[in-house]
């Protein structure tokens, strides 16, 4: 057959390649914005972590957040904000324990890390988050994962 | 025997039940969308053509997932069907079960006086076992170390015509079965939306195994890779593209039995951690290209999953 009849094996080969060499840019153009920028600052991350940590005392998964007040939810709130902020490049300083001793005896299993993070998404995607700016933030929580199971 | 047996089986079934009872405590369906990958034409979790590192299904690690598949690639000149079965136990061991299908439609058989090989419907069966080494794909995110799982696939040809007419033809002891060793790298890239995924077989495999095992132009294992690189764009949408080597063991030049590597590009989507459904455009290169108008076979690949 005709030579063209490669063309399709040549595409996947070359971008196999050429993204295993680096040489096509496969994440997002870094524009002078942080990603905290990128996740659309304090107005929207306050927004969507409200939002989040509502969720998480709806979630039957959750059962940690089944005792949490509103008083509590709006401290949890402002901490997070402020986490997401340094981990995100907002020029926050995190503000208190490290996770291993924030969650320390809450015993979180995999399912509620995932719980925490699908509602944590469900809340971004509300706020119009672009899915690159929550898979920065995301990818910053993930290794958390380690610090927080089963202490 | 038998005195053993039963209590070595009761004790079979009491450690299944309480396994069974731990993951049912424990939940289902709670690892994040996507993250069982889909499933191959040969059942275990990867992208379409290539096996993964990624466990089967929805079950975390204290949860039981699994995972049926339906798929079909219509070729230029022949089609082929798989369905099966996967379980992911703990998302630490994956079983799958996947039957092939593969028909021969209208191939040019006359010219060689094997009309049998005409509309013929080959059927191979693949058993598999996968096991997750070190790493973890998805939360490793501050470490350069992928998901590495290491595997076991076992194929079974039930062919007695295509295999038979080939010795016949070739004065060859083509095998119709074989066994397939990998091992299997896997990491997301979550702050660049990429999934990579590098896998190493050790196969003696002809065509996957759909024309058997072994063959008169080599019968030792050879290293075979397996690539994938799929991008999301959305938590329920990714696109990508896959090469999977092989070369097989007939290089038959009149009955043009060499082989090409594999590619294809795919988008696959996840409507709800039950269901997800892969479109792919693939090309296998040529397989026995004297009995084909094609010397390349190319065609759409369709798979639909179901799960928890």
Redesign the interface.
């Known amino acids: 057959m005709l030579k063209s009849d490669y063309s399709l094996r040549r595409m996947v080969a070359s971008a196999l390649l050429l993204s295993s060499l680096g040489l096509i840019p496969t994440g997002a153009v870094h524009a002078a914005g942080s990603d905290w920028e990128a996740l659309g600052g304090r107005d929207v991350v306050t927004t969507f972590t409200t939002d989040a940590v509502n969720r998480w005392r709806k979630n039957p998964v959750l059962v940690q957040f089944a005792q949490t007040d509103d008083a509590k939810a709006a401290r949890l709130v402002v901490f997070l904000v402020e986490q997401f902020c340094a981990e995100t490049g907002g020029g926050c300083t995190y503000p208190g324990k490290n996770m291993t001793e924030a969650h320390a005896g809450m015993n979180i299993t995999t399912a509620q890390f995932n719980a925490l993070a699908e509602d944590l998404q469900f809340a971004m995607d509300a706020a119009n988050v672009p899915f690159r700016a929550q898979n920065k933030l995301l990818a910053k929580l993930a290794p958390m994962l380690k610090d927080m199971k089963g202490r | 025997m038998r005195m053993k047996s039963v209590p070595a089986c009761l004790a079979g079934v009491i450690l299944v039940t309480g396994l069974v009872g731990t993951a049912t405590a ?2 289902f369906s ?4 996507a993250t069982g990958g889909v499933s191959t034409v040969e059942g275990s979790a990867g992208g379409g053509l290539a096996t993964w590192a990624l466990i089967a299904g929805y079950g ?4 039981l997932g699994a995972t049926v598949h339906a798929t079909g690639v219509n070729l230029d000149d022949y089609e082929l069907r798989s369905y099966g079965v996967a379980i992911g136990i703990f ?1 630490r061991v994956e079983l799958s079960f996947a039957r092939q299908k593969f028909n021969t439609q209208s191939v040019l058989s006359n010219g060689l006086g094997a009309p049998a090989l005409q509309n013929y419907k080959l059927e191979q069966d693949v058993f598999g076992i996968k096991v997750r080494l070190l790493g973890d794909a ?6 350069w170390m992928p998901q590495i799982a290491v595997g076991i696939q076992y194929k079974d040809n039930k062919d007695d015509t295509v295999i038979p007419f080939l010795n016949g033809a070739l004065g060859s002891n083509i095998k119709d079965s074989g066994t397939d060793f990998y091992i299997a790298a896997t990491k997301l ?6 999934l ?1 995924n590098a896998t190493l077989r050790l196969t003696k495999a002809n065509q996957f195994g759909l024309l058997g095992f072994e063959g008169p132009d080599g019968d030792s294992y050879q290293p075979e890779f397996e ?1 994938s ?1 799929a ?5 329920d949408l990714a696109v990508g ?3 999977r080597t092989k070369r097989g063991n007939l290089d038959n030049p009149g009955l043009n039995l060499s082989e ?2 594999a ?3 795919f988008v696959a989507y996840f409507p709800t951690k039950n269901i997800s459904i892969t479109a792919a ?1 693939v ?1 296998l ?1 040529q397989i026995v290209g004297a009995l084909t108008q ?3 076979q ?1 065609g759409g690949f369709l798979s639909l999953q179901l799960g928890f």
């Open positions: 424990a939940g709670n690892k994040l969308l975390t690690d204290e949860q998302d998805i939360y490793d995110q501050d470490s890239y979550l702050d660049q939306s990429v990579v690539g690189i991008y999301l764009l959305r938590k593209a896959e090469i090409d590597n590619y294809d590009v455009y090309d290169g094609n010397d390349s190319r």
